[in-house]
């Protein structure tokens, strides 16, 4: 099915944070409670049409600051050849030396490698090699399933946020200014002039609306990371009401001539 239209209302909640003396937290919660799961090797079809089974690697992941790369090199040294298919292009030309896994990206930032026309890191489906036992899709993936840990630990940010997405904003009142965090969805338009280009994306198509829990739950590991536990604990009070409600109203089956939620469209197609 195409892609439901992008820029619709949505329900949001804001509630103080309970880390920040007043400071907000803004919720999406059409986003936050739709059913949007990865469904990458399971009909993902890439946003290359060239690439399908590069799912959203066919370019290399910016990171965040020196601290996310510093962190995504150390994870690298832990993977082996038999786990990673560009082990080899990875290994620094002096001994000793740093893995050879980040370069410059044409606006100036840095980011992993690109080996091949995708992010260094993507295991080839289809590649074979002498002692080579991975499979396809992003080999930090692979060692966080490996190592027993989420892959929050072993991803660059970029990588394991997507497709949520935490913006900030500043609100003023009078002289006093308010610190708003915005935890919503990286809907297409979120990536600017450069959504427009991606041939296919997950968020907005009834495919990948197919989990067996929203969001808020089955992220539950990425939105403690980005909200901390007190806010996670704190938005969850509020997506379960809204669930419930929805529910009750479904069941009562009423016929209403305002909406009471904004549920996500694709959600919405994807249940019909």
Request: net charge negative; hydrophobic share 35%.
């Given at each position: 099915?195409?892609e439901?239209?992008d820029?619709?209302?949505?329900d949001?909640?804001?509630?103080?944070?309970?880390?920040?003396?007043g400071?907000?937290?803004?919720?999406?919660?059409t986003?936050?409670?739709?059913?949007?799961?990865?469904i990458?090797?399971?009909?993902?079809?890439?946003?290359?049409?060239?690439?399908?089974?590069?799912?959203?690697?066919?370019?290399?992941?910016?990171?965040?600051?020196?601290?996310?790369?510093?962190?995504?090199l150390?994870v690298?040294?832990?993977?082996?050849?038999?786990?990673?298919?560009?082990?080899?292009?990875?290994?620094?030309?002096?001994?000793?030396?740093?893995l050879?896994?980040?370069?410059v990206?044409?606006?100036?930032?840095?980011?992993?490698r690109?080996?091949?026309?995708?992010?260094i890191?993507l295991?080839?489906?289809?590649?074979?090699?002498?002692?080579?036992?991975?499979?396809f899709?992003?080999?930090?993936?692979?060692?966080?399933?490996?190592?027993?840990?989420?892959?929050?630990?072993?991803?660059p940010?970029?990588?394991?946020?997507?497709?949520?997405?935490?913006?900030?904003?500043?609100?003023?009142?009078?002289?006093?200014?308010?610190?708003?965090?915005?935890?919503?969805?990286?809907e297409?338009?979120?990536?600017?002039?450069?959504?427009?280009?991606?041939?296919w994306?997950?968020?907005?198509?009834t495919?990948?609306?197919?989990?067996?829990e929203?969001?808020y739950k089955s992220?539950?590991?990425?939105?403690?990371?980005l909200?901390?536990?007190?806010?996670?604990?704190?938005?969850?009070?509020?997506?379960d009401?809204?669930v419930?409600?929805?529910?009750?109203?479904?069941?009562a089956?009423?016929k209403?001539?305002?909406?009471?939620?904004?549920?996500?469209?694709?959600?919405?197609?994807?249940?019909?």
């Amino acid at each position: 099915m195409p892609e439901v239209k992008d820029g619709f209302a949505r329900d949001y909640v804001e509630f103080a944070d309970p880390a920040k003396d007043g400071d907000i937290f803004r919720c999406d919660l059409t986003w936050l409670t739709s059913y949007w799961t990865c469904i990458y090797g399971a009909g993902c079809c890439g946003i290359d049409a060239d690439k399908p089974d590069a799912g959203c690697c066919s370019d290399g992941a910016y990171y965040s600051d020196a601290e996310d790369e510093t962190r995504t090199l150390k994870v690298a040294e832990r993977l082996t050849p038999e786990m990673w298919q560009f082990y080899s292009e990875a290994q620094p030309k002096k001994k000793n030396g740093a893995l050879k896994i980040s370069e410059v990206g044409l606006d100036g930032d840095r980011k992993t490698r690109m080996v091949e026309d995708s992010c260094i890191f993507l295991n080839r489906k289809g590649h074979q090699a002498e002692g080579f036992t991975g499979t396809f899709g992003c080999v930090l993936h692979h060692l966080a399933e490996k190592e027993g840990v989420h892959f929050v630990e072993t991803k660059p940010d970029v990588c394991w946020q997507l497709p949520i997405r935490r913006s900030f904003e500043v609100r003023e009142f009078g002289d006093r200014e308010i610190s708003v965090t915005v935890i919503g969805e990286y809907e297409r338009l979120a990536w600017g002039e450069g959504g427009a280009d991606f041939s296919w994306y997950c968020t907005a198509n009834t495919e990948a609306h197919v989990g067996r829990e929203p969001v808020y739950k089955s992220n539950n590991n990425e939105l403690i990371a980005l909200m901390g536990e007190e806010a996670y604990a704190e938005l969850v009070k509020h997506c379960d009401a809204r669930v419930e409600a929805i529910a009750l109203t479904a069941k009562a089956n009423k016929k209403r001539e305002l909406p009471l939620f904004v549920i996500h469209p694709a959600t919405v197609a994807a249940q019909k």
